[in-house]
């Protein structure tokens, strides 16, 4: 059965579709037979993508711009182009603790991994309210759980996603709107691949786009993968600090 089959997501826009996992759940929406948005900074491999299938529509957009973002999105409700299903997967990733830190760096991770967000889910839920229906899905990470070691940039802007779709949840089931928070583990891509450290349970970005978009057919809030990384940071997470860091120091060490 298709997406179009169900009479659901008969359009899906992906926010940071250039390559990895968002370029990987576009093409499945397309197979399914979605009129599928594509969205990020680089026009070139947008272009690229959407050459692939007849139904993929490419819209150039950085979202370290916030007028870009509102206007990206007035363009898609003047042209009657609201998509049922929105997915931010918009990222950067520089990995490295403490001598890494930088306030550029920092504030570069949460313009593009947090505000890129926000500029899209206050844009859309007004649009999205008043029409009664459509859904948002927020990619985060397994590193908001808990901090980890040489994710300093990385992991607070995935905490701030987190905590941000805990907080507006409620609000989108009185609109009768749906949000979805996902939570992938390490998915082998261009920014993984500068990781120096083992990567437990490293996925291809393939299985994680499919992780994803079974998890978007069904009405859970989180979509968190893989299971066992999801449930030993779960653990962790309720660790007292005395045993948490002392963890943490053996995993720097």
């Known amino acids: 059965m298709t997406i179009s089959d169900q009479g659901k997501w008969q359009r899906v826009w992906i926010i940071g579709?250039?390559?990895?996992?968002?370029?990987?759940?576009?093409?499945?929406?397309?197979?399914?037979?979605?009129?599928?948005?594509?969205?990020a900074r680089s026009a070139d491999k947008l272009e690229v993508l959407s050459r692939s299938h007849e139904s993929m529509v490419a819209l150039p957009l950085d979202v370290q711009n916030g007028e870009a973002v509102a206007e990206a999105i007035n363009q898609l409700a003047s042209n009657d182009q609201l998509p049922d299903l929105t997915v931010y997967c918009a990222a950067v990733y520089e990995p490295g603790g403490v001598e890494a830190l930088s306030y550029h760096e920092a504030a570069r991770h949460m313009q593009v991994?947090?505000?890129?967000?926000?500029?899209?889910?206050?844009?859309?839920f007004p649009r999205l309210k008043q029409q009664g229906r459509g859904g948002i899905a927020i990619v985060s990470s397994l590193t908001s759980y808990c901090g980890l070691p040489m994710a300093a940039h990385y992991g607070p802007t995935k905490a701030a996603l987190a905590s941000l779709c805990e907080t507006l949840k409620p609000e989108f089931d009185a609109a009768g709107l749906v949000l979805h928070l996902i939570n992938p583990g390490f998915v082998k891509t261009p920014l993984?691949?500068?990781?120096?450290?083992?990567?437990?349970?490293l996925m291809s970005d393939e299985a994680a786009a499919q992780r994803m978009f079974d998890g978007l057919r069904k009405k859970a809030f989180e979509i968190a993968f893989p299971f066992p990384m999801a449930l030993a940071l779960r653990l962790l997470r309720a660790l007292p600090y005395s045993l948490y860091f002392r963890l943490m120091r053996r995993l720097i060490s």
């Open 113 to 124: 991994n947090y505000l890129g967000a926000v500029g899209v889910i206050a844009g859309l």
């Open 17 to 39: 579709a250039s390559s990895g996992m968002g370029a990987r759940l576009a093409e499945l929406f397309a197979r399914a037979g979605a009129e599928v948005i594509v969205s």
């Open 192 to 201: 993984t691949a500068r990781n120096s450290f083992p990567m437990p349970f």
